[in-house]
């Protein structure tokens, strides 16, 4: 090679010959194509022609750019058309899709949709089973007063799954304020359940309730077929028109004076709401001071039978879990008890008025309440100082056999143990139990199968079960809500 050479760059692979072009041309190439486009280059020998070739290369870099443009556009058009037309068949990111009823965190299914969509906001808001079937509670005493309300009696039962205890929640023995006008029991019970195992602050479950009975909630199917069947004579005006004809569904109803103990209720500093924010103004509307006695709920320990497969969890008398565990201790003992078989203990056994309703996790905490005016409407006489219906249970009434939540705990060996949560109004609630317990004695493989395929053993028919049935399971971290009939009750869950 010729020293005098110069040097050659291997950075730069140029495809015609250097030595063709002139230093000048060689300079001009190391330029940008358009150096500064918004204005006039006044470079030497920038001439009309170099003028008219800047224009033409900003032309072309104009051009260029909608091009891209419109490539991109279409390019976007196109991948939306794709996904829109797939929505219904392409599964979620997480690899899996769900039928209705499943969820990946928490849900809960009651017999409005109003109050399942209450009950969601307040999972997402970051409460947990209790404010959730709490804040439920509280949104039907509105929506549904032919089947519970502030003047109804409670019973509940509560799973901890982080403890692993199970606690009963009882709105104690049944008080009258004269015959046949039970005393109101709801809000005192629900506020200690909430105190001892609620996470959001108490009014943040009454403002949702609150809202409905001021500004008014729709009258759905099953209120405006209650009432229909109902003299509405003690009902009017919150729930009749002006010539005393019930309101129909879709048809708005308020409820001003509840709102407005709901309001109380939530501003007072401590559990003693009843006296206060409820009792008063109803005994004072019967023209009576108000009763130094008072409802006395309390929380205790659940009831348990343990059995071959796992623990059965109900709540203690005088609610119906001890007769339902006798029963079901007698079936699951009974190698020829069929499954169709209904005890003749119970068959005639029938309430109206009673109302449940169902909380979960997908980590097996679960909340099953169930609540009771003893009648459609209770006793039909509306306290017009606080919006409430009466009660007619009194404390000579029979055994609670509308009250008989279960939980059942399979084996803990199992690192995906399941845990299902029953509660059923209507007739032969025990008896429908106790049928649906005698379908989960299968072998734990046969039961993890039945999960993988999303169904619930209650899908089944059964001639036993004459009433309305929710139920809840947590299982591979998953929560499921289903009920029997399958459309009687809306369900919420993220």
């Known amino acids: 090679m010729d020293p005098e050479a110069e040097p050659v760059h291997y950075q730069k692979l140029l495809l015609w010959d250097p030595g063709l072009e002139s230093e000048e041309e060689e300079e001009e190439t190391s330029e940008p194509l358009v150096p500064h486009p918004w204005r006039l280059q006044n470079a030497p020998g920038n001439k009309f022609g170099g003028l008219m070739g800047a ?13 891209g443009f419109f490539l991109a556009l279409r390019h976007v058009w196109t991948t939306g058309s794709q996904v829109r037309s797939s929505v219904s068949v392409v599964p979620p990111p997480t690899g899996h899709s769900h039928l209705p009823g499943v969820y990946h965190h928490g849900a809960i299914i009651s017999p409005a949709a109003t109050c399942s969509s209450l009950g969601r906001e307040l999972f997402v808001d970051g409460g947990n089973v209790v404010d959730a079937g709490v804040g439920a509670a509280l949104c039907l005493s509105v929506v549904h007063p032919h089947t519970t309300g502030l003047g109804a009696m409670f019973w509940g039962l509560f799973h901890n799954s982080s403890s692993g205890n199970s606690t009963a929640l009882t709105s104690g023995p049944t008080q009258t304020l004269v015959p046949g006008l039970g005393m109101p029991a709801a809000l005192p019970a629900l506020r200690l359940l909430h105190a001892r195992f609620g996470h959001l602050p108490w009014p943040r479950l ?23 069947a109902q003299d509405t004579k003690g009902l009017c005006p919150l729930f009749c ?43 004072g509307d019967l023209g009576l001071e108000t009763p130094s006695a008072e409802p006395l709920p ?9 059995v071959p497969q796992g623990l059965l969890v109900t709540t203690p ?9 006798a029963l079901l201790e007698a079936a699951l003992h009974s190698a020829g008890t069929s ?25 097996g905490s679960m909340l099953l309440l169930t609540s009771s005016l003893n009648s459609s409407f209770g006793s039909g006489h509306l306290s017009p ?13 029979a055994a609670s056999a509308w009250a008989c939540p279960l939980i059942f705990l399979r084996r803990s060996d199992d690192t995906e143990a399941d845990v299902l949560g029953l509660v059923a109004s209507g007739a032969a609630t025990v008896t429908t139990m106790t049928a649906l317990l005698k379908h989960l004695a299968v072998p734990q493989t046969q039961a993890h199968h039945h999960h993988e395929n999303q169904r619930g053993p209650t899908e089944n028919p059964n ?32």
């Open 339 to 363: 499954s169709d078989s209904c005890p003749p203990l119970l068959q005639a056994t029938e309430t109206s008025g009673s109302s449940i309703l169902a909380a979960i996790d997908s980590s």
């Open 463 to 494: 001639t036993c079960i004459q009433g309305t049935l929710l139920q809840v399971t947590a299982h591979a971290e998953h929560a499921h809500v289903t009920s029997v009939p399958h459309d009687c009750c809306p369900f919420q869950g993220f």
């Open 55 to 67: 224009w033409a290369r900003i032309a072309a870099a104009l051009l260029l750019l909608t091009i």
């Open 317 to 325: 008398g005088p609610s119906a879990g001890p007769e339902l565990l």
């Open 206 to 228: 009454l403002g949702g309730p609150t809202t409905l009975a001021k500004e008014g909630f729709l009258v759905d199917e099953t209120l405006a077929r209650a009432l229909a």
């Open 298 to 306: 309390t929380l205790e320990p659940a009831l348990q039978l343990p």
């Open 241 to 283: 028109h002006a010539d005393g004809s019930p309101l129909g569904p879709g048809e708005q109803a308020t409820n001003p004076s509840l709102a407005a103990v709901l309001h109380r209720a939530a501003r007072a500093p401590n559990p003693d709401l009843t006296k206060d924010a409820l009792l008063s103004l109803m005994a």
């Open 385 to 397: 100082s606080s919006g409430v219906l009466f009660s007619n249970l009194e404390a000579t009434s």
